[in-house]
Nanobody
């Protein structure tokens, strides 16, 4: 069982920046990592993902504004969010997909972007 703990959320004005962090309780080698956002509608939307080799993918609506990165030696994954918009508000979740097909989620960290 892998536990994930997110941090770094908060209240920020539109145009501002936040950096989310997620730390895993076990080594992340061989795992794919991703960030998702859950808005008021309840659905979790994919935001960004990073593969074992460092290849990244992003949802179209965050390209150019968000950057995902990982530091496997620290068991951490990050999401740098710049030029935030009110529609970026929501609860952000970290997800780990292991090489054996298991998936783990953190408890989420809330981001509120004010106008």
């Amino acid at each position: 069982q892998v536990q994930l703990v997110e941090s770094g959320g908060g209240l920020v004005q539109a145009g501002g920046s936040l950096r989310l962090s997620c730390v895993a309780s076990a080594p992340m080698f061989g795992s794919r990592l991703a960030w998702y956002r859950q808005g008021t509608g309840g659905q979790r939307d994919f935001i960004a993902g990073i593969a074992v080799g460092g290849a990244t993918t992003y949802a179209d609506f965050v390209k150019g504004r968000f950057t995902i990165s990982r530091e496997d030696d620290k068991r951490m994954v990050f999401l740098q969010m710049n030029n935030l918009k009110p529609e970026d508000s929501g609860v952000y979740y970290c997800k780990l997909s292991s090489a054996w097909g298991q998936e783990y989620w953190g408890q989420g960290t809330q981001v509120i972007v004010s106008t």
